[in-house]
Nanobody
């Protein structure tokens, strides 16, 4: 089993910054990343980092979002110049590979609210 503990969400004014962190406990973790779910919309990929350490981003403005991961299974998301449209619940995600089977795990979600 993998457990994910998120931190760092909150309320910020437009143009502000936030840093989200997520620490995973468990084995066989290959990728870790972040998704977000705006109200009334679908969950979308923000970015993830694979086993090779290369960040991969979804269809977002990459100059405002930076994802990083340390050797202890903590993934962070640095967000700058935040806009009201970035308001969403942000979810940490980890994927494991065991016996050729992938499995996905989710954090509880952390609310990010950007006021105009």
């Amino acid at each position: 089993q993998v457990q994910l503990v998120e931190s760092g969400g909150g309320l910020v004014q437009s143009g502000g910054s936030l840093r989200l962190s997520c620490t995973a406990s468990g084995d066989d973790i290959i990728t870790m990343g972040w998704y977000r779910h705006p109200a009334g919309s679908q969950r979308e990929l923000v970015g993830f980092i694979g086993a090779d350490g290369t960040p991969n981003y979804g269809d977002i403005q990459r100059d405002r979002f930076t994802i990083s991961r340390d050797a202890k299974n903590t993934v962070s998301l640095q967000m700058i110049n935040l806009r009201p449209e970035d308001t969403a619940v942000y979810y940490c995600n980890a994927r494991t590979l065991r016996k050729n089977q992938w499995r996905s795990y989710w954090g509880q979600g952390t609310q990010v609210t950007v006021s105009a």
